[in-house]
């Protein structure tokens, strides 16, 4: 099994910035990526940004520009640093890490944007 423990989440005004960071523990031999997906209220939880161990992102459309994601291999830690926020990323950052047949998540952290 793998643990995920987020951060960072909060309460901040549109145009403001957070960062968020998860660590990993337990069985993280074989992890290939970490990212984050999140979800709105009565929507479904959409990938958000991934890393992979080789440094290759991907990237929402809608926060290609503003969202940046990055990870620690040595400390199995990953970053989503948040800029230029909106009202429209108000929701729950959920942490994941992936391996070649499983896949994780975190409890979730409470990310929302006053207009």
């Known amino acids: 099994q793998v643990q995920l423990v987020e951060s960072g989440g909060g309460l901040v005004q549109a145009g403001d910035s957070l960062r968020l960071s998860c660590a990993a523990s337990?069985?993280?031999?074989?992890?290939?990526?970490m990212g984050w997906y999140r979800q709105a209220p009565g929507k479904q939880r959409d990938m958000v940004a991934i890393?992979?161990?080789?440094?290759?992102?991907n990237y929402a459309d809608s926060v290609k520009g503003r969202f940046t994601v990055s990870r620690d291999n040595e400390k199995n830690t990953v970053f989503l640093q948040m800029n230029s926020l909106k009202p429209e990323d108000t929701a729950v950052y959920y942490c994941?890490?992936?391996?070649?047949?499983?896949?994780?998540w975190g409890q979730g952290t409470q990310v929302t944007v006053s207009s």
């Open positions: 994941y890490a992936r391996r070649p047949t499983s896949f994780y």
């Open positions: 337990g069985s993280i031999f074989g992890i290939n990526a």
């Open positions: 890393v992979d161990t080789w440094g290759v992102t």
